[in-house]
């Protein structure tokens, strides 16, 4: 009886494990061009990210909490140098229902000659 409250409890939370990794909005950052960059800042209606040394041709991933507002993202592409070489703004449409965002995924791409494009699925 033990083993099965274990092995349904450790199932559970692996389930949940998996599903937080699937359905949290998450914000990716692909670098397409070949150069490295120091930091890409992010700050969201009530929250801020930042992914640092980002690599050449390299992406990664940071997940974050729904917002559950409307407001603006500004971001900041900072070199190696320490400059900003990009910076921009667009709007986020959040909604107050906790499930409205989630599977939600930000992309951005950043290209040759400084260029970020933005895409949401």
């Known amino acids: 009886m033990k083993r099965r409250i274990a092995f349904g409890l450790c199932l559970f939370i692996m389930i949940s494990a998996i599903a937080y990794h699937f359905l949290s909005p998450k ?15 992010f700050s969201f209606p009530s929250n801020e990210l ?11 991933t940071i997940y974050f909490s729904p917002q559950k507002q409307i407001g603006l993202i500004t971001y900041q592409l900072i070199s ?10 667009l ?8 499930l409205a ?3 939600t995924t930000l992309t951005f791409t950043i290209k040759e000659n400084y260029e970020i494009s933005f895409n949401t699925d």
């Open 80 to 89: 190696d140098s320490g400059n900003t070489v990009a910076q921009g703004q």
């Open 101 to 103: 965002e989630l599977g």
């Open 50 to 60: 930042s992914f640092s040394a980002i690599k050449p041709r390299s992406r990664q």
């Open 27 to 41: 914000v990716v950052v692909d670098n397409q061009s070949d150069k490295s960059y120091s930091a890409l800042n």
């Open 91 to 98: 709007s986020y449409i959040g909604d107050e229902s906790p």
